[in-house]
């Protein structure tokens, strides 16, 4: 939270100020620490929820909590990769839907915005990276228990990127299929849909090394990360049972 309201409360006085800025209030904070290793997986990690909502839009936290991927039971409860296929992209973001894009796609023309593939190879390009800059720092880290939890925190985040990642492929490949009929597109979803789960997997793994569950949040209620595993799992079934 320090390093959230120092960005905002700066940038928005000053939004020209320079990177090293803030750099510096990272190896401040945490001397012992690699700091411009640190700032760019902490970045890397930090671009993960703003994209997959950027993709996946919902107006309101109610109806949206990336964290679990779902919104409150009232509203949908765990959004399935059929909801990925007929989701929304945010209004001005300039990306396609998947429907959109796989109707550009069929149709042979040329794509217009960032469509699901784009999307999906951003989020597990930074998870990738904000997962080795932060393996790399643990392994070095010495003992700062706010230092750990911010590097659990990369962490988690860098496996939640990679799930959206693979989900997105997979709803992607379904859309495919719901309108080729190939084979091919069905087996590719499954496969994605299935290392989605391996990604679920690990980022509640990392999720809970350091918050308890379930956890009851004001606006979706109770949410439970290690607890909504078979409703990834439930992914797959849907993908490989599709007519």
């Not at 990272?26 to 997986?41: H, Q």
Request: glycine content about 6%; charged content about 25%; proline content about 5%.
């Amino acid at each position: 939270r320090w390093y959230a309201f120092m960005l905002w409360g700066r940038l928005a006085y000053n939004p020209d100020l320079p990177d090293a800025l803030f750099e510096a209030a990272i190896a401040n904070r945490f001397p012992e620490s690699d700091a411009p290793r640190l700032m760019r997986a902490w970045s890397h990690a930090s671009r993960v929820l703003p994209q997959i909502t950027r993709f996946f839009w919902q107006d309101i936290d109610l109806r949206w909590f990336p964290e679990g991927c779902l919104s409150h039971p009232s509203v949908r409860g765990f959004y399935t990769v059929q909801d990925f296929i007929h989701g929304q992209t945010m209004p001005g973001s300039g990306l396609l839907n998947i429907i959109e894009w796989r109707r550009q796609k069929l149709s042979g023309e040329p794509q217009k915005g960032e469509g699901a593939l784009e999307v999906a190879a951003g989020l597990a390009s930074d998870a990738r990276a904000a997962l080795r800059l932060a393996n790399e720092l643990r392994r070095a880290e010495s003992g700062n228990p706010e230092l750990r939890s911010t590097l659990w925190d990369i962490i988690a985040l860098a496996h939640l990127g990679q799930y959206y990642a693979a989900k997105i492929r997979g709803a992607a490949e379904l859309a495919l299929f719901d309108k080729t009929s190939d084979p091919a597109n069905r087996d590719a979803a499954v496969a994605h849909l299935r290392l989605a789960l391996v990604h679920w997997k690990r980022y509640a793994a990392a999720y809970t090394h350091q918050y308890k569950q379930p956890r009851l949040y004001n606006r979706v209620g109770w949410v439970d990360i290690p607890g909504l595993t078979a409703k990834v799992e439930q992914d797959i079934v849907i993908a490989s049972t599709w007519r």
